[in-house]
């Protein structure tokens, strides 16, 4: 897929030099997956926020979207795309679109992702973006992400960005069973912790990658 991602250069604070600075602060902290830090850089993230606050873009921390929802910070966004590339998935289901970033940033990594959103203004509004920059392997639903997408699993990866009360079980039973992976933020005890569970035909394997804090995963649409 060749995108043209010169055209939405920016100057000042949306500069090359500032998403430099962001993926710099990134790696500093933890992330070392080469092609996920090149992605972050290359996907013009001030795009995905209101031009009010374009120029908070390249900091290192969630910004307000509209409707009480927030684009994630930089480095969790790179945090959970690392730990889902892990076992290099083809087929990605997103659970929250949201300003449409995360799902940016898998296009360029996956062959296919399919994402969700249930708030309609949200929806349209990542919709619009995907088209003007021209990605064409993005698949959108405007629909109750709590039930996932059936009718277009199994997905070899599911990122769920907002916290659950507990990990989505009619999620995982959307997992590829070849080393299929479900990475959410799950509620326990007022803490929020990034969780992942790794399908191995049927046997699944737990594991905790730190604290987190999303805005929650509620049901229906709005």
């Given amino acids: 897929m060749n995108l043209d991602f010169k055209k939405f250069s920016g100057t000042g604070m949306t500069s090359d030099t500032a998403r430099d600075r962001l993926i710099k602060n990134i790696k500093e902290q933890g992330v070392s997956n080469n092609k996920v830090l090149e992605v972050m850089r290359l996907i013009p993230r001030h795009i995905f926020v209101d031009e009010a606050i374009a120029s908070k873009a390249y900091d290192n921390a969630a910004l307000p979207i509209g409707k009480s929802q927030t684009i994630s910070h930089p480095l969790i966004v790179a945090k959970m795309t690392e730990i889902l590339m892990k076992n ?17 940033v898998l296009s360029l990594l996956v062959d296919k992702v399919f994402t969700i959103e ?105």
Avoid: C
């Fill in 88 to 104: 290099k998935p083809k087929r990605v289901l997103e659970i929250g679109t949201g300003s449409g970033y995360q799902a940016a």
């Fill in 118 to 222: 249930r708030i309609e203004m949200l929806h349209k509004k990542s919709k619009e973006i995907f088209k003007k920059v021209g990605f064409k392997n993005i698949y959108t639903q405007f629909s109750d992400g709590n039930k996932g997408w059936p009718q277009k699993a199994p997905f070899d990866a599911i990122i769920v960005t907002a916290v659950a009360s507990k990990m989505p079980l009619e999620l995982r039973s959307q997992l590829n069973p070849n080393n299929g992976v479900l990475i959410s933020p799950v509620e326990e005890n007022g803490k929020q912790y990034l969780k992942s569970i790794t399908n191995f035909n049927g046997t699944y394997q737990e594991n905790i990658h730190g604290i987190v804090n999303f805005v929650p995963l509620l049901d229906g649409i709005a």
